[in-house]
């Protein structure tokens, strides 16, 4: 089947446990397990991103319906987790195959030190030949650690063990033109290059199923991460897991006698994102937003930018945080021509301040900030959360009090942080920025 490749399986609960019944699907978790270990013996590393410890759960106390408080979905997660992971290990041992368990939640791995050292983790289990699987930890998740469903938690892992593949395995063979359980017409999408162009041109309206908490809509979430770290990614029918073994040798292996089996293929980008902003990007919670202007957004969507946002290109900040943090960033929803970039992001026709001076008066504010004067404005601009639109992630080297204070002086030159602040800890206000590009209308 060629060099060996890492490869990351999601499989979600409906794919897991029976949705009425709540009854394990034996037969499809044995093919899936049968699958893993043919990948395996092919000299392939694999990695099972394993929903349904509520779902489990739910069996066991023999409840219909999950529970609606945060509570009670994390006893019944305590309760599924050890018989899930105990399901998983009782098929691979029949085939002879070790497994380990991996429970993560976003403030595991929030840390950069613990960070990397669940990424040694996996890579000492995957060179011992193990077959690592992974869940959320839903026993100590809450809304600001959780990473919402497992198509995120799959695509984060891919990044970290800079996975070659991702497969998102669902009840649909693919991204569809529109619901294909609705409509006859619908047409299978085979190949996707940019998902900002995509996603006005398919249905992602379909919800996940009553056990799970995704949809075909955090399949392109989970889709844009993880092509972004450099990984393939698929949403192939869970109902054939086998199918797995041919799509990856059509890929690896193309020939035009082939035929293509059915899925849809999200194409790596060719410039991955370095590990570190992939970090940033997606695994921090942001603890605030920093609203920045549209020269800067310009600069910083450029690859040679090199993550670093200038003080002459904020606005200003929402929330309070500490420096060292994750922080959104963000543009006006309405940002149009009659909002200047700042002059540190000057672009061919930007004007070079934020206020109407004339450039004497651009140079006598310049020279007063040099000899140590303020040059602070009297009236601060206010954001609200309805005014902006998130554009990226970045790391904060000051706190929001700071990034203000800076952002509101007249002239914000990052040259003059040290007179408007008083020291200078970096001439970058954030740096480690990932843009995304927003799709043109």
């Given amino acids: 089947m060629g060099p060996s490749k890492t490869i990351v399986l999601k499989l979600g609960s409906s794919s897991i446990i029976h949705e009425t019944t709540h009854q394990p699907l034996l037969s499809l978790l044995s093919s899936v397990a049968e699958t893993i270990v043919t990948l395996r013996h092919a000299g392939h590393q694999v990695i099972l991103v394993s929903s349904g410890a509520i779902a489990v759960g739910m069996k066991r106390m023999e409840l219909r319906e999950r529970s609606s408080k945060l509570s009670g979905k994390q006893a019944l997660a305590a309760i599924g987790q050890g018989r899930l992971i105990k399901m998983w290990d009782d098929l691979f041992s029949l085939l002879g195959q070790p497994v380990a368990q991996i429970l993560l939640t976003r403030g595991d791995i929030s840390d950069r030190t613990r960070y990397l050292n669940a990424v040694n983790t996996f890579k000492e ?34 990044s970290m063990v800079h996975a070659d593949y991702l497969f998102l395995l669902t009840d649909v063979d693919g991204l569809y033109t529109s619901n ?81 089996p059915p899925h849809t293929i999200f194409l790596p980008s ?53 420096g060292g943090v994750a922080v959104k960033i963000c543009i006006l929803r309405d940002q149009g021509d009659d ?25 006598s504010m310049l020279n007063a900030a040099e000899q140590g004067v303020s040059v602070l404005p009297t009236v601060s601009r206010v954001f609200a959360e309805t005014d902006i639109v998130e554009v990226g992630r970045g790391l904060a080297n ?44």
Avoid: C
């Fill in 339 to 363: 909002i200047p970039a700042s002059p540190g992001y000057a672009t061919p026709d930007t004007s070079l301040s934020r206020s109407n001076s004339t450039g004497r008066e651009l140079s």
């Fill in 125 to 158: 289990l995957l060179s011992m030949g193990v077959v690592p699987i992974v869940n959320e930890n839903d026993t100590v998740s809450v809304s600001e650690i959780k990473f919402g469903d497992n198509d995120t938690l799959s695509a984060v892992t891919s």
């Fill in 398 to 441: 000051y706190n929001s009090v700071e990034i203000e204070k800076n952002a509101n002086s007249i002239v914000s030159f990052s040259s003059q942080i040290v007179h408007v602040l008083g020291y200078a800890d970096s001439e970058y206000v954030v740096e480690n920025v990932t843009i995304r590009v927003l799709p043109s209308s």
């Fill in 180 to 260: 294909p359980r609705k409509d006859p017409h619908a047409q299978q999408v085979e190949v996707v290059h940019n998902l900002a162009d995509i996603r006005g041109k398919v249905n992602t309206s379909t919800s996940g199923s009553s056990l799970g908490t995704g949809g075909m809509e955090t399949k392109l979430v989970a889709a844009e991460i993880a092509t972004g770290a450099g990984t393939s990614t698929v949403i192939a029918s869970s109902k054939t897991p086998s199918t797995i073994l041919s799509i990856i040798d059509f890929h690896e292996n193309p020939s035009p006698d082939k035929l293509r």
């Fill in 270 to 322: 060719s410039t991955p994102l370095p590990d570190l902003k992939s970090w940033t990007a997606h695994t921090l919670y942001p603890s605030g937003s920093v609203v920045i202007d549209r020269g800067a957004y310009k600069v910083l969507a450029r690859r040679d930018s090199g993550g670093r946002l200038l003080a002459a290109g904020v606005l200003g900040v929402i929330g309070r945080f500490t």
